[in-house]
């Protein structure tokens, strides 16, 4: 089954204020993972990953924070403006020498002008 | 830039036609993916090919077979096609690897009538 989750579906940010967005995971082997941004009718588009021997990542604008004690990946998206309204969804490779990555169903995020 | 690229954004085709998708990737990578996307189910792995030739099915393969007769082409070919595979197509492609980003085309929206 589909181990690769969020905390919500939907995420509703005024212009300007940061976003967080959330995945929960249940690998413990899990080493890598990735956060996409799917806007309407394109295909994924890679924003950044991190590696399982990393706690945090940042990226322009963007920084993915990874706890394995928990389990939980997030995104953090700083001064959110209307462009960055999409779908997120995280993937993770589960390791074990697969090549293969569990995405996540995603959460829509919604910028208010 | 990667660049992965599909042979169509939208199709129509009838029950029981032979449909036939493309995807291509100018990186040279070693992996290439076929997943569909369907709301409320995220995207799921039909086929996957980790080098010319070879392939591996995925979580859904049924309905569906592939061909890479080269390293950057990644045909999924629906032989007849149902109602029930009307979706959004995505195609991926990887570095060989196991903690590799995979990049995705812009998707093939295919109804089936």
């Known amino acids: 089954g589909e181990s690769v989750g969020l905390h919500l579906p939907t995420l509703s940010v005024q212009e300007g204020d940061n976003s967080i967005i959330n995945c929960a995971y249940s690998?413990?082997?899990?080493?890598?993972f990735i956060w996409y941004k799917q806007e309407s009718g394109k295909g994924p588009q890679f924003i950044i990953d991190?590696?399982?021997?990393?706690d945090k990542r940042q990226g322009q604008r963007v920084t993915v924070l990874l706890n394995k004690t928990v389990k939980h990946l997030s995104l953090q998206i700083a001064a959110t403006q209307p462009g960055d309204s999409a779908v997120y969804f995280c993937?993770?490779?589960?390791?074990?020498?697969?090549?293969?990555?569990?995405f996540g169903k995603g959460t829509k995020l919604t910028v208010n002008p | 830039d990667v660049k992965v690229t599909q042979s169509s954004r939208y199709l129509v085709k009838r029950t029981g036609e032979k449909v036939f998708l493309e995807c291509v990737q100018d990186?040279?990578?070693?992996?290439m993916f076929w997943y569909r996307q369907d709301p409320g189910l995220g995207l799921r792995l039909i086929y996957f090919?980790?080098?010319?030739?070879?392939?591996e099915k995925g979580d859904i393969p049924e309905g569906y077979s592939v061909s890479r007769e080269k390293k950057e082409r990644f045909s999924l070919i629906l032989e007849s096609a149902s109602t029930n595979q009307t979706s959004m197509y995505l195609c991926?492609?990887?570095?060989?690897?196991?903690?590799?980003?995979?990049?995705f085309g812009p998707g093939t929206r295919l109804l089936v009538l």
């Open positions: 991926a492609s990887s570095m060989g690897g196991t903690q590799e980003t995979q990049y």
């Open positions: 690998n413990s082997a899990s080493d890598y």
């Open positions: 991190i590696r399982s021997n990393m």
């Open positions: 993937a993770e490779n589960r390791g074990g020498g697969s090549e293969k990555l569990v």
């Open positions: 990186m040279d990578h070693e992996n």
């Open positions: 090919s980790y080098d010319v030739k070879m392939k």
